[in-house]
């Protein structure tokens, strides 16, 4: 199966990596789906999604998952719509898992809002009582 961003959407999308190989970046999105994601959504949306990558290429989209995925807006107004302020956005970009419990958060509250899932899980992030404040 295959992980729900690649190597390439990963260095366009996030911080800049620099010369990082691609397996080691795959196998960082692999840890970060299994022990960050997967807990949460579940695993029979996670399942739905890792299938989603794969079907896109068939021509038959789902488009629920796809806005998952992909992003983009489904709340025409509301907390969720609102830009984010630039202080709000530095801090976010400068504490990384607290910027991915934000992006998860609102992924939540998407699936809800499609009935996509009912309930989500506790994160359960087994660090070792370490606390990532800045990477690079």
Do not use: W
Not at 27 to 44: C, M, S, T, V, Y
Not at 57 to 85: I, P, V
Not at 99 to 121: D, H, M, P, Q
């Amino acid at each position: 199966m295959k992980n729900l961003i690649t190597t390439a959407e990963l260095r366009k999308l996030g911080r800049p990596i620099g010369k990082v190989a691609d397996d080691k970046l795959e196998a960082f999105i692999n840890e970060a789906e299994q022990l960050h994601i997967k807990p949460i959504i579940g695993d029979k949306l996670y399942l739905d999604l890792q299938k989603e990558v794969e079907v896109v290429e068939d021509g038959e989209k789902n488009e629920a998952l796809q806005l998952l995925l992909n992003g983009g807006t489904y709340f025409e107004n509301g907390d969720f719509s609102d830009r984010l302020s630039s202080k709000e956005r530095s801090d976010a970009y400068n504490n990384t898992l607290e910027a991915a419990n934000a992006f998860l958060k609102e992924c939540l509250a998407y699936c809800r809002e499609k009935e996509l899932i009912t309930s989500a899980g506790k994160p359960t992030a087994s660090l070792g009582g370490i606390y990532i404040k800045k990477i690079g």
